[in-house]
């Protein structure tokens, strides 16, 4: 079994540089699907979307684009009410399937993205709570990201790969600044070979866990090609444990996550289009601005 391997990013609506001149945002994604596969939607995350905004993104985009969709932030319990964390009301669980069913019913509904918070630990409530993701879903593809560093812990490591080998759903690779408990190590773990899904966020160890004005201050980081070639054994093995591999990029700050994706996609010979009039420039400083790695087409 040797996977197919497609790239992406967490996210249409940024990647400055990017969209040539003239590009409303409106037309963004169908300009984005020209040559990426794949995206995760994260806007999601802030706002459930009515089913006719998904519906227009499926209209949007060719036959074969797919969509990994971002949990409302209460499923994913980063809603808290007294600094405790809430359960979603039954309304926001209504809503966030009301706005999977077009992407599902057009055939590009990948997979639902569960990212939760830092403060998400291990203790059995924890462990039930990602046990009954499976029941909100039976029967779509799921990633769970953990940012809690208490769940890699050798012991409890093997218990959550357990929980989510049973559930079907998939763990969630990283490639992300280690810095303190709100940081999840690199452990390259297969809990559901139907996907395996890897989110580059940089390494800008600085800024992890600054409270920026946008999410691109955090995540500002371009990643050096040797660094991405760093990762081409564990994708090569990875592809073989599964059917299918998604590397999303998350350094979504100036057009990095785009840049890196395009570079990601050469590495790997995977045939992705380029934008017009690219020149490759491989030294630049990853976390200097305004510097763009390549000069893209007006």
Partial sequence: ?????????????????????????ADRLAYYARFFPLVEVDTTYYGIPPPER????????????LFNVKAYRSLTYHEREAGVPREPTLEEESDFAACLVPLRESGKLRAIHYQFPPWFGVSPLNLDRLARIRERHPDDLIIAELRNRSWAAPERF????????????????????????????????VTDPRLVAVRFHGRNTGAWYAQGKTSGDRFNYLYRPEELREWEPSIRQLASESEELHLLFNNNRSNYAVVNGLQMAGILDLGLPLPESIEEEDDQDPVEEPLLPFNWAD
């Fill in 1 to 25: 079994m040797v996977g197919r391997i497609l790239v992406g990013t967490c996210n249409w609506s940024d990647h400055q540089g990017f969209y040539p001149k003239g590009v409303a945002p």
């Fill in 54 to 65: 998904s519906a227009s993104w499926a209209r949007a985009t060719p036959d074969g684009f």
């Fill in 158 to 189: 093997a218990q959550l790969v357990d929980l989510l080998s049973e559930s079907r759903v998939s763990l969630c690779l990283v490639d992300e600044p280690q810095v303190g408990s709100g940081s999840f190590p690199r452990l390259d773990e």
